[in-house]
């Protein structure tokens, strides 16, 4: 069974950053494109942010500038790097795939205010 781990969720203020840190199997990593999804309340998940195992990236219209995504040495840890960040990307922010197929991890929370 696929296990995603996400951490690195916090607060702050509009025009901050952080980063997100989601660790699963280096296998996944090599075999699917895997994603960030965040879900805000009341609202359903959205993916924000993917990329393929050779490295190809795709970024929701509402984080493109401001989103990017990168991978440590070991192909094990998927980072999301958030810059600039406003109130409206206030969510719950899980892993997974493209498909959305594996068990949802616990997510990490990010509030952003102003």
């Known amino acids: 069974q696929v296990l995603f781990v996400e951490s690195g969720g916090g607060s702050v203020q509009v025009g901050g950053s952080l980063r997100l840190s989601c660790s699963a199997s280096i296998v996944v990593f090599r075999s699917f494109r895997v994603g960030w999804y965040r879900q805000a309340p009341g609202k359903q998940r959205e993916l924000v942010a993917s990329?393929?195992?050779?490295?190809?990236?795709k970024f929701a219209d509402s984080v493109q500038g401001r989103f990017a995504l990168s991978r440590d040495s070991t192909n094990s840890t998927l980072f999301l790097l958030m810059n600039n960040l406003k109130p409206e990307d206030t969510a719950v922010y899980y892993c997974n795939t493209d498909s959305g197929g594996y068990a949802w991890g616990q997510g990490t929370q990010v509030t952003v205010s102003a």
């Open positions: 990329i393929s195992p050779s490295g190809a990236t």
